[in-house]
């Protein structure tokens, strides 16, 4: 199975910061890959696909890049409703597998 | 607006069984493959199943391969997913999710495996 690293694993960050996470593959993916937004009690929501492409309705703060095994998350100004929990998950081969996941806290 | 709405989770003791039911609306149901996906309780995500529109091609993680099954039926716009010979490290929410790629998801349902 392919594994996805994640890190950090937590971050604390200030309304305003800009922040990356970043997702490893321990194999490549080329850009089959897509980053979620879990918020506490809710369901994820897709926020990118195919490792750049927004989802509809997405702000655009969000941006994605990365190809073959490194991938990052950028939200470039940070605002309140971005504090959550994010995933990377690779598509590229079964099983399909998520990165342990990132919580973005409040500093 | 795409809903997806999951029923049937609930409380069951191991190596029993329960079916839960996803419910779509709001796009073409038949034109999607559609996918679960689990949370075990403070856990990360896994991806479980995901079923072609057609259902003729179907894929599972190793873990659930001959104890779930993952069907549709195009004509009710339901997705399912029967389990069987269930664990306690079963236990989790399902998430129904439309798309191989997760486009879409409900809001899950708890399914809770324990004596």
């Known amino acids: 199975d392919i594994q996805m690293t994640q890190s950090p694993s937590s971050l604390s960050a200030s309304v305003g910061d800009r922040v990356t996470i970043t997702c490893r593959a321990s194999?490549?993916?080329?850009?089959?890959l897509g980053w979620f937004q879990q918020k506490p009690g809710k369901a994820p929501k897709r926020l990118i696909y195919?490792?750049?492409t927004l989802q509809s309705g997405v702000p655009s703060r969000f941006s994605g890049s990365g190809s073959g095994t490194e991938f990052t998350l950028t939200i470039s100004c940070l605002q309140p409703e971005d504090f959550a929990t994010y995933y990377c998950?690779?598509?590229?081969?079964?099983?399909?597998?998520f990165g342990q996941g990132t919580k973005l806290e409040i500093k | 607006e795409v809903q997806l709405v999951e029923s049937g989770g609930g409380l069951v003791q191991p190596g029993g069984s329960l079916r839960v039911s996803c419910a779509a609306s709001?796009?073409?149901?038949?034109?999607?493959?559609m996918s679960w996906v689990r949370q075990a309780p403070g856990k990360g995500l896994e991806w479980v199943a995901n079923?072609?529109?057609?259902?003729?091609?179907?894929n599972y993680v190793d873990s659930v391969k001959g104890r779930f099954t993952i069907s549709r039926d195009n004509a009710k716009n339901s997705l399912y997913l029967q389990m069987n010979s269930l664990r306690v490290e079963d236990t989790a929410v399902y998430y129904c999710?439309?798309?191989?790629?997760?486009?879409?998801w409900g809001q899950g349902t708890l399914v809770t495996v324990s004596s």
């Open positions: 709001g796009f073409t149901f038949n034109t999607y493959w």
């Open positions: 999710a439309s798309g191989g790629w997760l486009d879409y």
């Open positions: 998950l690779q598509y590229k081969t079964y099983p399909y597998t």
């Open positions: 195919a490792a750049s």
């Open positions: 079923i072609k529109k057609d259902g003729k091609e179907i």
């Open positions: 194999q490549g993916i080329r850009n089959d």
